[in-house]
């Protein structure tokens, strides 16, 4: 696949990396070019100018911080339909640095902003609730990404690129099930930057077929 690559932190070199190593063609844009070559080095990918990182895309991965969002998306051309039928893969987190709380109002999304900033591009909100080093290291046990969309095409095409990076996806529905994904992550923030292991708060489910037995206690 031909990736895009908003962004220069910790989720775009962690995600372009895997990807690069599973064989997809990645190139990465951010608003220092010097950053964006630097990545694209240590990666294996090539650096562009952020209009032509989304141009002619399979996928884009927005790797900015959320108060960069708009800014970036208007740089890119997206209110004007440049991400038009591209798969546009929203890993942010709209939430209180420490606290968890959602900085969008009641009955908003994250995922459903960015769609209203770039119509026309297929939405799909995935990669947010696992931190970078996750993919960075050896992973001691099998990780769901869950994700949600309204394109069935760009659905099948983030599947694909989860399970490139050794995760299971698990798609939970349409883009309106967005809010409660980021919800989710807000719940786990808020948790890890309280002292308590976010994994403990939640009930161990055998998956069905796997086992037979009862949720454990």
Known sequence: MRIGILGTGAVAAALGARWVAAGHEVVVAGRSPAKARALAGRIGGAALAPGEAVRDRDAVLLAVPWAAVEDV???????????????????????????????????????????????????VKAFHLLTPDHWTEQADREVTVALCGDEPAALDAVSRLVRDVGAVPAVLGGLDRARQLEEVAGFVIGLAFSGFDPAAAVPRVVRPGAASGTPAR
């Open 73 to 123: 998306l208007r740089e890119v051309g997206g209110p004007d339909g440049a991400l038009a039928g591209t798969t546009l893969i929203d890993p942010t987190n709209a939430v209180q640095h420490a606290v968890g709380t959602l900085l969008i109002g009641p009955g908003e999304s994250a995922a459903g902003r960015i769609a209203a900033l770039a119509p026309g591009a297929h939405v």
